[in-house]
């Protein structure tokens, strides 16, 4: 059974840095991705970061180069470095796992950042 383990996330002044890592366990899988997402109240899931196996990383158009997404997808670990935040970065962030064949998304249990004004 996957499971995802969360750390990092908090509070930060506007234009300040915050660090997001996860762990992966139970993966008995090779084709899949990891990365993050957000969301807020009222609006759906957004794609933050993610990244393959041979480190193909999509990032979110709203980052604008102001987050890194690093890790090892074979250890079952990202980091997302987050810089520049901003009041509108406020949101509930989950770490994902998306298995490929057949497909399937699983999810952390969300740490929030605020970006506090």
């Known amino acids: 059974q996957v499971q995802l383990v969360e750390s990092g996330g908090g509070s930060v002044q506007p234009g300040g840095s915050l660090s997001l890592s996860c762990r992966a366990s139970?993966?008995?899988?090779?084709?899949?991705?990891m990365g993050w997402y957000r969301q807020v109240p009222g609006k759906q899931r957004e794609l933050v970061a993610s990244?393959?196996?041979?480190?193909?990383?999509n990032y979110g158009d709203f980052v604008k180069g102001r987050f890194t997404l690093s890790g090892d997808i074979a250890g079952n670990t990202v980091t997302l470095q987050m810089n520049s935040l901003a009041p509108e970065d406020t949101a509930l962030y989950y770490c994902?796992?998306?298995?490929?064949?057949?497909?399937?998304?699983?999810w952390g249990e969300g740490t929030q950042v605020t970006g506090a004004s």
């Open positions: 994902s796992l998306r298995k490929f064949y057949p497909p399937r998304m699983f």
């Open positions: 139970g993966v008995d899988f090779r084709a899949y991705s």
């Open positions: 990244m393959t196996r041979d480190r193909n990383t």
